[in-house]
């Protein structure tokens, strides 16, 4: 569906993709769906249609799960397996990187999101989007989120002031 909404998008048919990429964001792939997202977001950021950007992009953020609750939720199952048994469970070894989201799409979805609400206004959400940009540690967003962090913060101090 990702790639389906790619060459829809290449090919003209907004409304394709944008369906497209809405079925590959219900996948809940974890490497998929954040990568759909940014994408719809461009796409209706484009179109002029800032809300459904603000929500595909939080979408991507969002893709990100809870990786240290999984963790615990395996090693309580593991402890309570251990205790209705009399022979040792042995750890299980956890391949997080299946569960991640692409962690350049949810750094471009935050940084993106910053933008967008920093053009609406909303300098407070800015701040929230670019901070959490500038925390993904992606060599290409990170700098840029920090920079526009550091202007928006500038603004609320202004504003603060007066």
Known sequence: MFNLGN????????EGAK????????????RVTALAAVNLGRLLARQGDMSGARDAYQQA?????????IEARMRARLADR??????????EVIDIRRWRADPEAVAIAAFS???????EGDAEGARAAFA??????DPDI?????????????????????
């Open 142 to 162: 990170a700098p840029k989120a920090a920079a526009d962090l550091g202007l928006i913060l500038q603004q609320i101090d202004r504003k603060s002031v007066v």
């Open 19 to 30: 369906d497209a990429y809405r079925r590959a964001i219900n996948s809940r792939h974890p």
């Open 61 to 69: 953020i969002d893709s990100e799960p809870d990786i240290a609750g």
């Open 82 to 91: 251990a205790d209705a048994q009399t022979r040792p469970v042995h750890l």
């Open 113 to 119: 999101l910053g933008e967008l609400l920093a053009k």
């Open 132 to 137: 959490s940009a500038a925390h993904t540690r």
């Open 7 to 14: 060459l829809l998008k290449q090919q003209g048919d907004l």
